[in-house]
């Protein structure tokens, strides 16, 4: 009790000084000559030994002092994911190889473009659920540039999201010595918004790789977080049992939506569209 009336004592004891326009009210308050909301206010003070309770003048946060505190505040959550965005960074894409992966560069008409919009524009309700993304298809169909878009367009927003592949991951936390740190890198990547794994199964299948990955996955889907994975390999082939896979496609398809990609390659359209142009100049010329 004595901690509470000295934490009062200070508080009613600091001076609030007054700045250009500030004028004081008929009850002798400090008034903010901007908002014109109080900055100083009076209340009943705890009672004493005998029972008295008198009237004193404490500071108060007029509007201005509000707002500007709300600002700092968001600003300093701004800079804090900021800077948990960049750790995230380290394990794996980084800006340079996730730019012009934006929907501003996307084909409107192309295959789940609006699906991949819809699921960032409504990722509270996608983050609340739980639920992810099982991009699958074959190479070049555009499921790695709708993923980055997702993850470009989340990170604009300072949301924890960010890209990476499993070799990748398994290379930089298999350099970590200390195992505080890879933990501690671990739970980073288990606790972001969004976790973006691109072209699953690509990488060597080994016992070391496969329990990295199903620790990663494991981990997100207790705990509901969303993942977006991107993969070569059909739902078939996640369950052979010869791809290792089995126990990890299990958790996947418990916490994504399988998403297939059917379209010509994204790629060999691009090249095509090239090629044809080139000899539209030269026949046109």
Avoid at 8 to 21: D, F
Avoid at 58 to 68: G, I, T
Avoid at 135 to 146: D, E
Avoid at 149 to 158: E, T
């Amino acid at each position: 009790m004595n901690d509470v009336r000295d934490c009062l004592e200070k508080l009613a004891g600091h001076k609030v000084t007054p700045r250009p326009g500030d004028y004081t009210d008929s009850d002798g308050c400090l008034v903010c000559g901007k908002c014109h909301k109080r900055r100083e206010t009076l209340i009943r003070w705890m009672a004493d030994d005998e029972g008295n309770r008198e009237i004193r003048k404490v500071p108060v946060m007029c509007e201005c002092e509000q707002q500007q505190a709300a600002r700092e505040k968001l600003e300093n959550e701004r800079k804090q994911k900021s800077y948990r965005i960049t750790q995230l960074q380290s394990y794996g894409f980084s800006p340079g190889q996730l730019e012009g992966l934006t929907f501003a560069n996307c084909d409107w008409q192309g295959e789940h473009t609006r699906l991949a919009w819809n699921y960032f524009r409504h990722f509270d309700e996608m983050k609340a659920a739980g639920a992810g993304l099982l991009f699958y298809g074959n190479v070049g169909t555009g499921k790695t540039f709708l993923a980055g878009c997702i993850v470009n367009a989340l990170q604009a927003q300072f949301r924890t999201a960010f890209m990476t592949t499993f070799a990748r991951l398994d290379r930089e936390l298999s350099s970590w010595a200390n195992k505080d740190d890879k933990t501690a890198a671990l739970d980073r990547i288990t606790n972001c918004e969004l976790l973006v794994i691109d072209d699953l199964g690509i990488e060597q299948k080994n016992p070391r790789i496969l329990e990295t990955e199903f620790q990663v996955i494991d981990a997100r889907a207790r705990v509901k977080r969303p993942m977006i994975i991107t993969t070569n390999l059909s739902p078939t082939d996640f369950g052979a049992e010869d791809w290792g896979y089995r126990r990890i496609y299990d958790r996947i398809i418990g916490s994504c939506k399988p998403v297939c990609f059917t379209g010509k390659s994204r790629r060999r359209r691009a090249q095509e569209r090239d090629k044809w142009a080139k000899i539209d100049e030269l026949l046109q010329g």
